[in-house]
């Protein structure tokens, strides 16, 4: 009885001791889980990775799962059926949702970038491209409707171009699989997102001509969306999202692309740090990235200019209906 009793009290203090030390209890435990779906995985979002590398999003409390959506229509899709808690993709699959009716519609809260993301890549070497040089071309564009294929109409037509007349359009091809369908012999030129812009340069499958982003000048390509229901329900998390996002600009526009990239590389273990380094500084240098997650209702004008003009807007949206900018204003910095 004495060596059982014995037994009992040194088991009941390793007990105590290991949860005294913190070694019975999990981190994780004490923070929220927050599952993201993103429309792609990009170096194009590196204040999103820099932010999840360095821990930002558990300083704010949260736990962080990322999905990826393969387009923003899925991306939509997961928001709206509950199987994403968060969304982030073009802003314009948020007005789509919102005119088809749905009452508890997304809302964006935060912009991460401000210019297209897309480069033009062509099969030949050229030192002097023009846009007119599409003309009569077979282009491998993006699926209609998509914030990708109407920057490029919008780009074609700002060249006076006919996108329907002028340049022979493929849009049958999955967004995943362009740059492979390029590779293999497909159209005179491609639009592709990084790193597959890159990676046809160092393949000799193709070269970079021109950059989408800095023809159709400041748009918010990319945002963070919820639904209505889950903002009001759950505005810490939205606060401490947005927070951790805004450390993540803020990283990025204070760090050098050298910088930038060895913290992001556990993101992209298949892209060569050489190749991340020239990726992050051609996105740096041509303004890409937004320094604070308010989202600018010049740019939502914009963008609803755009979708107009594509033939993909059934009527307006006011940026207050569909745009919370409060959480980025109070954002950490």
């Not at 210019?115 to 009569?136: H, I, M, P, Y």
């Not at 294929?149 to 091809?173: A, R, S, T």
Request: aromatic letters at 10%; one cysteine or more; proline letters at 3%.
């Amino acid at each position: 009885m004495k060596l059982f009793r014995s037994l009992t009290l040194l088991l009941a203090a390793v007990c105590f001791c290991l949860t005294g030390c913190g070694l019975g209890t999990s981190k994780d435990s004490e923070l929220t889980k927050v599952t993201l779906n993103e429309v792609t995985h990009s170096i194009f979002y590196a204040p999103q990775y820099v932010a999840i590398e360095k821990g930002y999003f558990e300083e704010e409390g949260i736990s962080l799962s990322v999905d990826t959506g393969f387009g923003a229509d899925k991306t939509m899709t997961a928001v709206i059926s509950g199987n994403a808690d968060i969304g982030f993709m073009g802003p314009e699959a948020a007005i789509y949702q919102y005119n088809e009716g749905n009452s508890d519609y997304a809302v964006c809260f935060a912009q991460l970038t401000q210019r297209a993301g897309n480069f033009l890549v062509s099969r030949e070497k050229t030192d002097d491209f023009q846009w007119e040089d599409l003309k009569g071309k077979d282009l491998i564009g993006g699926r209609k409707g998509g914030m990708p294929q109407m920057i490029l109409e919008y780009i074609l037509k700002k060249h006076g171009l006919d996108p329907k007349k002028d340049v022979n359009l493929i849009q049958n091809i999955d967004f995943a699989n362009t740059s492979g369908a390029f590779s293999g012999g497909t159209g005179d030129f491609t639009v592709e997102f990084e790193p597959n812009a890159t990676m046809l340069e160092s393949q000799g499958a193709g070269y970079v001509v021109a950059s989408l982003g800095v023809e159709s000048g400041f748009v918010p390509y990319t945002a963070y969306c919820a639904k209505k229901s889950y903002m009001k329900e759950n505005p810490e998390i939205i606060q401490g999202f947005t927070n951790a996002i805004a450390k993540g600009q803020s990283y990025v526009a204070e760090h050098s692309a050298e910088e930038i990239a060895s913290v992001i590389k556990y993101q992209f273990p298949d892209i060569s740090e050489t190749d991340l380094i020239r990726i992050t500084r051609r996105y740096k240098e041509q303004d890409t990235f937004k320094e604070t997650p308010e989202f600018s209702r010049e740019g939502f004008d914009l963008l609803q200019d755009i979708l107009k003009e594509a033939g993909e807007l059934k009527k307006p949206v006011p940026f207050e209906t569909l745009v919370d900018v409060s959480f980025a204003k109070k954002a950490a910095r």
